[in-house]
T-cell receptor, first 115, second 112 residues
Framework: SQTIHQWPATLVQPVGSPLSLECTVE??????LYWYRQAAGRGLQLLFY??????ISSEVPQNLSASRPQDRQFILSSKKLLLSDSGFYLC??????????????FGEGSWLTVV | GDSVTQMEGPVTLSEEAFLTINCTYT??????LFWYVQYPGEGLQLLLK?????DKGSNKGFEATYRKETTSFHLEKGSVQVSDSAVYFC???????????FGKGTRLHILP
């Protein structure tokens, strides 16, 4: 069966420090991968999605970046965190290709507090 | 562009009440539609889905019907329980690029 792992689960970082959140998927190949952010009191915002190694689509201009160095690894990064980067970050995956009704599966999330 | 609009919460109901959470969408083509649920402190879980017009998704007593004519996918449950308290997200998946778009979520609070 497929599993998705995301870490760290929680972190507190000072303003201006770097960020690296990692996500890996097991049990499938060539998945679509996603990073979402859920800010306090707000909905889910799609940040990045990837349909293959080295293929990253950015949805929102900001100081975050994403990379996909391996087929089932997706990394969210920042060189200098802002207070506004605080939130709940969710990694997700789905089967690739147009298969009607492909479900998206989420990791457990990472709570980021920038202080 | 494509989007999902949900009714704003929070929604507060008494146990055994009837629930409706409205969801409408804007999309080109024929997206798949989903409802996800997020319990306190947890990630998102798929609740139900529908892949074409007039399909009805159902799970745990919840139902939603894909209405292309009204571009809607309203979530309903006949008798809610305290354990249904959570945040509910409506979402669509575009066929042409696999992009998945969520609504802002509706917080549901059920009183015993």
């Amino acid at each position: 069966s497929q599993t998705i792992h995301q870490w760290p689960a929680t972190l507190v970082q000072p303003v201006g420090s770097p960020l690296s959140l990692e996500c890996t998927v097991e049990g499938t190949s060539n998945p679509n991968l996603y990073w979402y952010r859920q800010a306090a009191g707000r909905g889910l915002q799609l940040l990045f999605y990837s349909v293959g190694i080295g293929q990253i689509s950015s949805e929102v201009p900001q100081n975050l970046s994403a990379s996909r160095p391996q087929d089932r690894q997706f990394i969210l990064s920042s060189k200098k965190l802002l207070l506004s980067d605080s939130g709940f970050y969710l990694c997700a995956w789905s089967e690739s290709g147009w298969v009607s009704g492909n479900t998206i599966y989420f990791g457990e999330g990472s709570w980021l507090t920038v202080v | 562009g494509d989007s999902v609009t949900q009714m704003e919460g929070p929604v507060t109901l008494s146990e055994e009440a009837f629930l409706t959470i409205n969801c409408t969408y804007t999309a080109t083509g024929y997206p798949s539609l989903f409802w996800y649920v997020q319990y306190p402190g947890e990630g998102l879980q798929l609740l139900l889905k529908a892949t074409k017009a007039d399909d009805k998704g159902s799970n745990k007593g919840f139902e939603a019907t894909y209405r292309k004519e009204t571009t809607s996918f309203h979530l309903e449950k006949g008798s809610v329980q305290v354990s249904d308290s959570a945040v509910y997200f409506c979402a669509l998946r575009r066929g042409r690029d696999d992009k998945i778009i969520f609504g802002k979520g509706t917080r549901l609070h059920i009183l015993p």
